[in-house]
């Protein structure tokens, strides 16, 4: 039972070039999440997908990010004209549909972007 | 606004004794606790979580206790061992199942032989 993937796991880009970071949830699982994590911080949401729908994007920068969740494929989170305060690592997380498990959310190993 | 609060940046502890991981928060609208697990360079691994609407679950060597009145939640680890050395992040949820988590700053707790 394979877990959350994330790709690439570390990703360097020039200021001004745009970053895409790939997630495939859990099999199963139908909620994405995106959290962001500077150093020596905790996790901080930024989106909340289904398939198709962003249902809550209140954690998002207003310019420059965007993400998606397709019908088919995997949840990209798309960052435009990258600045050196977007260095961080980038969190995914999925959870099963509303109604069961705990409340808990399965996390990917993340992307680290450095960008130079 | 941090809503959710780890005053303790790090914590040592021997091994075999128990690890008392503490979490603060202040909305009273969180419905669930969880607490993660983090090793360098690796995702968060949830240990284990709680309802609001209970003060105590445990699993295994992991208690969690929930003070609703004080708004204070604590993780517990008995007893402790090597592996366990890592980071803890409490988190919070606003919706049962499927929301966003509101985490704290983390806790970086070292066992020590």
């Known amino acids: 039972n394979a877990g959350v993937m994330q790709n690439p796991r570390h990703l360097v880009r020039r200021r001004g070039q745009e970053a895409r970071l790939r997630c495939s949830p859990m099999?199963?699982?139908?909620?994405v999440y995106w959290y962001r994590q500077l150093p020596e911080e905790g996790l901080k949401f930024m989106v909340y997908?289904?398939?198709?729908?962003?249902i809550d994007e209140s954690g998002m920068p207003k310019e420059r990010f965007s993400a998606e969740f397709p019908k088919e494929g995997p949840s990209i989170l798309r960052i435009q004209q990258v600045v050196r305060g977007d260095s961080a690592a980038y969190f995914c997380?999925?959870?099963?549909?509303w109604g069961r498990g705990k409340g808990e959310q399965y996390f990917g190993p993340g992307t680290r972007l450095t960008v130079t | 606004d941090q809503q959710v609060k780890q005053n303790s940046p790090s914590l040592s502890v021997q091994e075999g004794r128990i690890s008392i991981l503490n979490c603060d928060y202040t909305?009273?609208?969180?419905?669930?606790f969880l607490w993660y697990k983090k090793y360098p360079a690796e995702g968060p691994t949830f240990l284990i979580s709680i309802s609001s609407i209970k003060d105590k679950n445990e699993d295994g060597r992991f208690t969690v206790f929930l003070n609703k009145s004080a708004k204070h939640l604590s993780l517990h680890i008995v007893p402790s061992q090597p592996g366990d050395s890592a980071v803890y992040f409490c988190?919070?949820?606003?919706?049962?199942?499927?929301?966003?988590?509101?985490f704290g700053q983390g806790t970086r707790l070292t066992i020590n032989p």
């Open positions: 988190a919070a949820s606003l919706g049962q199942g499927a929301q966003k988590l509101v």
């Open positions: 099999k199963g699982h139908s909620h």
């Open positions: 909305n009273s609208m969180f419905d669930y």
């Open positions: 997908l289904q398939k198709e729908n962003i």
């Open positions: 997380a999925s959870s099963p549909a």
